[in-house]
């Protein structure tokens, strides 16, 4: 069967999949989940029992014979990796693949779940407090973080001359960094990096405002 990849246009962890898909030329069909729609389309009962946590995305495979849904973006992107072939999306060399993990997880683990749609409700609903400047100093921090970790790693992307799992969490994060209006003037390393992203197909044929589901 074919995959199916159950997303949001403009979810960043749906957008990681995507590159990931693309890079490894992938044929899937894609099922939109709204993610504000009739109070979030993840909530659904249907949503929910492909994935218990309420979120995207949800990648559906056939494995082993098998029809398995497989949710968290990190461990789809991994699962992409060592069952299909093209490009990889992690390096052979074990101290350049936990740089692309540790890259990686500052977006998955530190960025991202505090600047997320559900934290940005919770934030202003119960503390009343102003959720863009929240999420702006987040993704401030955390990017300026990436940039002065990246010294050590970078080539043309952010670890070595190939794109990794670390450059599909990059890319979709810089996007939410400017929703937010963060300058990213003083993060020249990753702008680079960016830009040779953005040269590629893949990335292209990924991005949030070319997707069948994309709001203007």
Known sequence: MKPVLFGYWRSSATWRVRIGLALKGVDYAYEPVHLVKDGGQQHGEAHVR???????????????????????SLAIL??????????????????????????????????QPLQNLSTLQKVEKEFAADKIKWG??????????????????????????????????????????????????????????????????????AHADVQPDAQV
């Open 136 to 205: 702006h100093d987040i993704i401030e921090q955390g990017l300026i973080a990436l940039e002065a970790m990246v010294q050590g790693t970078a080539g043309t992307f952010m670890v070595g001359d190939a794109p990794s799992i670390a450059d599909c969490c990059l890319i979709p994060q810089l996007y939410n960094a400017r929703r937010f209006g963060v300058d990213l003037s003083g993060m020249p390393t990753l702008l680079r990096i960016e830009a040779a992203c953005e040269a590629l197909e893949a990335f292209q044929a």
């Open 78 to 111: 991994e699962f992409l990796d060592e069952t299909l072939e093209g490009p990889a999306l992690l390096p052979s060399d074990p101290l350049q693949r936990a740089h692309v993990r540790r890259l990686a997880e500052v977006v998955n683990s530190w960025i």
């Open 50 to 72: 492909r994935n218990p946590m309420h979120q995207v995305p949800v990648l559906r495979v056939e494995h082993g014979g098998d029809v398995v849904d497989l949710t968290q």
